[in-house]
């Protein structure tokens, strides 16, 4: 059973909409605010920012709420080097 990909339909929308929102000069960005504005579910928008810091795309602060068992909200939100260049906000890395 193969895997179905999220790049295209999870991770990159989320960076693309951090990019924007850093762009337009938030002050401060989060899951909910990301969740909003791409329109993606918290559970997937959760999920993709947890990968994205993993794999160093994106800086960010997770946190649960008390009791809360949903997906962890994340704040504090920024692109990283490889977060920049694979949103387009910044160019490909070129090799020397």
Known sequence: MAV???WNR???PVLETIARMEDAG??????AD????T???RTQV???LRRLVQAAYVAGTEYRRGDDDGPPDFVQLHLLERGLRASGAWP?????
């Open 92 to 96: 490909p890395a070129v090799a020397p």
């Open 4 to 6: 179905d990909p999220t």
């Open 10 to 12: 999870l991770e990159l």
């Open 39 to 41: 329109g993606l579910p």
């Open 34 to 37: 990301v969740a909003g504005a």
């Open 26 to 31: 938030a002050p401060s960005i989060g899951s």
């Open 46 to 48: 959760s999920l993709a």
